[in-house]
């Protein structure tokens, strides 16, 4: 069976690229968890506002999808879903939720990796939820032509309790030596989690919710307020690219993560960056009218944007006046809308 042990990542010579990564990040969580001091009231909209981009983004991944309205109804529960589409959205929401709120108690064992599993699943009324697998899966590709091909083949059912437990342990280990930074140990934990693909269906979901708890514990913060989901989404082909190289010969102990930690800081710190111009247009809030906030907004974003964009990144002004200021944008011609109904979109003027 692979082994897990983690005591060797502290012996490793990370490239540049890594550290500079890495230090990058501890440098924006600084500026982070000063403003968190400060403004802690002025940052709940920004958790909703990640909440819902976390919970589609990670669910369209996987193909699971419904409209944006109905996604926003949901969660302000003016409805119920009605597909089992919409019955997984909101058991992901669920357990989000749970990590959002109780991270601190939450340990990293297959027990309660299980539960939190059992969560993701309940509303769907999925059976296997809360178990690990009882049949073989496989991680496959389809390529361009339609034939299929298996990309990787996880650990067998028999020896899936027994890995997670390892993996579990290993890393619970790592954290406490204190021997290697945990944002290179959570990406190296996350990709073996995925490797082990530990149960029938649920694993992507519930690796990214995982990357938020171990994230979460170890005091980063960030995706509480920025979508770290929604990130991946939108880079999801680099996301399998990174995988791909990042499990090679893993089975024999020999494959290298390094391709996976690189694209997860990428993210993580992509995510930090955006909660610095968020809070950027929140800081200008107080001193300036809705209508300066948008225009600061559509002046420094490049190409297509949307009207629930401009919502999400003006976070410091209603919904109703940011929406009120980009058709005031519209209508002096400094920005052109496209589109119609729900494909509508917005682009600058000076860049037709």
Not at 208 to 215: G, K, S, V
């Amino acid at each position: 069976m692979r082994n897990f042990d983690y005591s060797q990542l502290s012996e490793k010579k990370w490239n540049s690229d890594i550290l500079n990564l890495v230090a990058k990040i501890h440098e924006y969580k600084g500026k982070q968890d000063l403003f968190i001091r400060q403004k802690p009231v002025e940052l709940n909209r920004l958790v909703e506002i990640a909440k819902i981009q976390s919970t589609e983004a990670s669910n369209k991944i996987e193909g699971i999808v419904t409209t944006s309205t109905r996604m926003k109804q949901l969660f302000e529960e003016k409805t119920t879903p009605r597909n089992r589409d919409e019955d997984e959205i909101m058991g992901y929401r669920d357990v989000l939720n749970t990590i959002h709120e109780s991270n601190e108690h939450i340990p990293v064992r297959p027990s309660y990796i299980l539960q939190l599993h059992r969560d993701l699943l309940k509303r769907a009324g999925f059976s296997f939820g809360g178990h690990f697998k009882n049949v073989q899966n496989y991680i496959n590709e389809m390529r361009p032509d339609g034939t299929v091909i298996t990309r990787f083949i996880p650990i067998e059912p028999y020896d899936t309790p027994e890995a997670v437990e390892k993996l579990c342990n290993a890393y619970e280990q790592a954290i406490a030596n204190e021997k290697i930074d945990s944002l290179i140990l959570i990406p190296v934990f996350i990709c073996d989690f995925l490797c082990i693909h530990p149960f029938n269906d649920g694993n992507g979901r519930m690796s990214r919710l995982l990357t938020l708890l171990l994230l979460y514990k170890c005091g980063y913060n960030v995706g509480k307020y920025i979508s770290v989901e929604k990130q991946i989404e939108k880079t999801k082909d680099l996301y399998y690219d990174a995988l791909e190289e990042a499990d090679k010969d893993w089975h024999e102990n020999k494959n290298d993560p390094t391709p996976f930690i690189k694209y997860m800081l990428q993210v993580i710190l992509a995510c930090y960056i955006e909660f610095e111009d968020r809070v950027g247009m929140m800081r200008g809030s107080s001193t300036s009218k809705a209508y300066d906030i948008v225009r600061q907004y559509v002046e420094e974003k490049i190409g297509k944007f949307t009207g629930a964009d401009v919502v999400s990144h003006c976070p410091g002004i209603s919904r109703s006046s940011a929406l009120a200021a980009l058709k005031k944008l519209t209508e002096e011609g400094f920005v052109i809308r496209e589109g119609i109904g729900k494909s509508t979109f917005y682009v600058r003027a000076d860049s037709k």
